[in-house]
């Protein structure tokens, strides 16, 4: 079973007495609770609804919750092995 933490967006902390995915489960958590990675994100996202409100500017915030989360740092990609596997030999 996930945490309930997990829950809610970052930046976000569940709502004592409300189920989850209910309206209202999750609150913003104060800004001196948040860590870093969350004010992050929280950027990251409000220049994502930025972003979308410039292409839909008489459409209500509210129309944006259809958006994904704002994408993270690409990992990266290790290079492909140089070295030869071993065969295998039946006899």
């Known amino acids: 079973m996930a945490k309930k933490d997990d829950r809610c967006w970052p930046g976000y902390e569940p709502v004592p007495g409300k189920a989850a ?12 609770k948040s860590t870093d990675s969350e004010k992050k994100f929280q950027a990251k996202r409000e220049k994502q609804l930025q972003e979308w409100k410039k292409e839909h500017p008489k459409s209500p915030r ?30």
């Not at 995915?21 to 001196?32: I, M, P, W, Y």
């Not at 704002?70 to 039946?90: D, G, I």
């Open 21 to 32: 995915n209910e309206q209202g489960s999750c609150r913003k958590k104060a800004a001196s």
């Open 62 to 91: 509210k129309s944006a919750q259809h958006l994904s989360k704002p994408a993270t740092a690409a990992k990266k990609k290790r290079a492909p092995s140089t070295r030869k596997k071993a065969r295998r030999t039946t006899k």
